[in-house]
Every structure is written in structure tokens, then in C-alpha cells.
């Protein structure tokens, strides 16, 4: 059974960093695609990052772009999100997500962790 648990979240203050981490147990999920998904207060859930097997496929929303930063260390099973620069519409629920399906959208994807929840202050 494949589990993704998110650490990581917490609170900043604008201009600030924050990292999250995605720890996966289960079957070998080193080829796996990865993304991290957001979501607001009262909006749906959005895209932010996706990496693909060993890091030769990685994309970004272009809120984030320059800003995050997506990672993985397969000898660990982790996932990470450098979070910088912070900005106050940066606050949501974060969510870890993945598949061995490399064709699926985020959307699409089969395992999902619980969230951790990221709140940005000014």
C-alpha cells in the first residue's frame, strides 16, 4: 500500500521560505511522476510543481516559477518543495501527489497525502 505523508508547513511572514517534504513508503516509486497541488481557502485545487522519474521532466505553475523549487531523493523515497520569496497568495493547503502512470494529468493522479497547510503573513 503506497502512503505519502507532507511535512514541513507552518507559518511565514512575506518574502520568507519554507520547506515541505513528502515522504513516500510502498512499492519502488523512484519512476514515478510527482507533483505538489495547492489549494486555497474556497477555491479548487491547483497545480504548483511536477517531477518526473529521476528529475528529466520537471514543471512549474508560472505563479511559482523562480520562486519553488521541486526535488527528490530517491534513496530516501522524499519529495521536496523550496518554497521562496513567499507571497501572501501562497496560502493553502499543500498536497503531495503521485503515479506510476506517467501519462496522467495531477488530476488524475492515485495517491494523495493529507496536506499540510502553509499560511503566509505581511
Known amino acids: 500500500q503506497v502512503q505519502l505523508v507532507e511535512s514541513g508547513g507552518g507559518l511565514a511572514q512575506v518574502g520568507g521560505s519554507l520547506r515541505l517534504s513528502c515522504a513516500a513508503s510502498?512499492?519502488?516509486?523512484?519512476?514515478?511522476?510527482m507533483a505538489w497541488v495547492r489549494q486555497a481557502p474556497g477555491k479548487g485545487r491547483e497545480f504548483v510543481a511536477r517531477?518526473?522519474?529521476?528529475?528529466?521532466?520537471?514543471a512549474y505553475a508560472d505563479s511559482v516559477k523562480g520562486r519553488f523549487t521541486i526535488s527528490r531523493d530517491y534513496d530516501k523515497k522524499m519529495m521536496f518543495l523550496q518554497m521562496n520569496n513567499l507571497k501572501l497568495e501562497d496560502t493553502a493547503v499543500y498536497y503531495c501527489t503521485g503515479d506510476s502512470r506517467h501519462y496522467l494529468s495531477w488530476n488524475e493522479f492515485n495517491y494523495w497525502g493529507q496536506g499540510t497547510q502553509v499560511t503566509v503573513s505581511s
Open positions: 510502498g512499492p519502488d516509486y523512484s519512476t514515478w511522476v
Open positions: 517531477i518526473q522519474g529521476r528529475g528529466e521532466s520537471i
